[in-house]
């Protein structure tokens, strides 16, 4: 288990019993932004694969970790966009805050950079070939 492995895994075990009982955040959703926005229904297959693989997995991978907190960030930032169907919807979305807010704000960066560069490239890349 990787360093930022470790300290997330502490830090959600710290925090497990300080949970607020509604689960955390974005409870009253205001008018979503993006009302169009289409979620996908993926087949229990791939569903079931999914979860032989964590997000401790994907934040303690070189090639994974800088994409995963990239993610993290904008699906959080894009929380209340969405419904929250049930409590364990809310509650997974607050799991992910704490992840989120563990992680320092100078990895973070540095993770953001990296992103940022390489989808600069791809996007250069392809006007070139186009």
């Not at 009982?21 to 229990?44: D, I, R, V, W, Y």
């Not at 805050?97 to 100078?106: D, F, L, M």
Request: proline residues 7%; negative net charge.
């Amino acid at each position: 288990m990787g360093k930022l492995t470790a300290q997330i895994e502490t830090a959600l075990e710290m925090e497990r019993d300080q949970r607020p009982p509604h689960g955390g955040f974005c409870a009253t959703l205001s008018k979503p932004k993006t009302p169009n926005m289409q979620t996908f229904q993926f087949p229990s297959q791939l569903l079931d694969r999914a979860k032989e693989i964590t997000l401790a997995d994907l934040l303690d991978t070189p090639f994974t970790q800088a994409w995963t907190v990239s993610m993290l960030s904008n699906a959080l930032r894009a929380c209340d966009e969405f419904p929250h169907p049930d409590t364990e919807s809310e509650q997974l979305e607050f799991q992910l805050h704490q992840v989120s807010r563990k992680i320092p704000g100078a990895q973070r960066m540095e993770l953001f950079k990296y992103c940022s560069s390489n989808v600069a490239d791809h996007r250069k890349q392809n006007r070139v070939e186009a």
